[in-house]
Antibody, heavy 119, light 113 residues
Framework: QDQLLQSGTEVKEPGASMKVSCQPS????????IVWLRQARGQGPEWMGL????????NIAQKFQGRVAMTRDISTSTVYMELRSLTFDDTAVYYC????????????WGQGTLVTVSS | DVVMTQSPDSLAVSLGERAAINCKSS????????????LAWYRQRPGQPPELLIS???IRESGVPDRFSGSGSGTDFTLTISSLQAEDVAVYYC?????????FGQGTRLEIK
């Protein structure tokens, strides 16, 4: 069964960085893009960007450019999303999801990773 | 960015009755060259990630019950649940994927009356 397994809950201080991992299973790692989204409490999801595990190419939403990095490790079939210079507004559940590119929906979601920014 | 606006914000429907959720985009998300509307609908049950129900405005995903249907074109879209079941209690989101960034509506909370 296809699934995306994400790393666990994190608590960070303002100004710190966070790094969430996402490990697909059940399908070929390089066959689909991985999209990163986040969802603050009571809000709709927010698209942050995507990475092609095949090429490593990324497409990052303008809002996050310069503050987010998306990488992949083909040897371990793992994708990473790092967000720097955290503020309280970055408190959210972060999801990885599977898609075919920017112009496609996401058809499989990870379980989510709660990141709390707190002093 | 394309703004997606859903209505209503919340909806209470009796079991077995019909529910309809509307979604309006600030930009035409129909591409004439391929006649496709770049719109998806998701269901998010409490404590769960969203799950894809419908893509391309009207194509049901594999395994999605046929009581779910999507319609509309251009800027105005509707998700219809023909006969509400208890497991449909959730928040529903529309999303465009016409350009970067894809954006979501604010969500519609569906409850049992």
């Amino acid at each position: 069964q296809d699934q995306l397994l994400q790393s666990g809950t994190e608590v960070k201080e303002p100004g710190a960085s966070m790094k969430v991992s996402c490990q697909p299973s059940g399908y070929a790692f390089t066959s689909y893009a991985i999209v990163w989204l986040r969802q603050a409490r009571g809000q709709g999801p927010e698209w942050m960007g995507l990475i092609s595990p095949h090429s490593g190419d990324t497409n990052i939403a303008q809002k996050f450019q310069g503050r987010v990095a998306m990488t992949r490790d083909i040897s371990t079939s793992t994708v990473y999303m790092e967000l720097r210079s955290l503020t309280f507004d970055d408190t959210a559940v972060y999801y990885c999801a599977r898609g075919r590119g920017t112009n496609s929906p996401v058809d499989l979601w990870g379980q989510g990773t709660l990141v709390t920014v707190s002093s | 960015d394309v703004v997606m606006t859903q209505s209503p914000d919340s909806l209470a429907v009796s079991l077995g009755e019909r529910a309809a959720i509307n979604c309006k985009s600030s930009h035409n998300i129909l591409i004439n060259s391929n006649k496709k509307n770049y719109l998806a609908w998701y269901r998010q049950r409490p404590g769960q990630p969203p799950e894809l129900l419908i893509s391309w405005a009207s194509i049901r995903e594999s395994g999605v019950p046929d009581r779910f249907s999507g319609s509309g074109s251009g800027t105005d879209f509707t998700l219809t649940i023909s006969s509400l079941q208890a497991e449909d209690v959730a928040v529903y989101y529309c999303q465009h994927y016409y350009n970067t960034p894809p954006t979501f509506g604010q969500g519609t909370r569906l409850e049992i009356k």
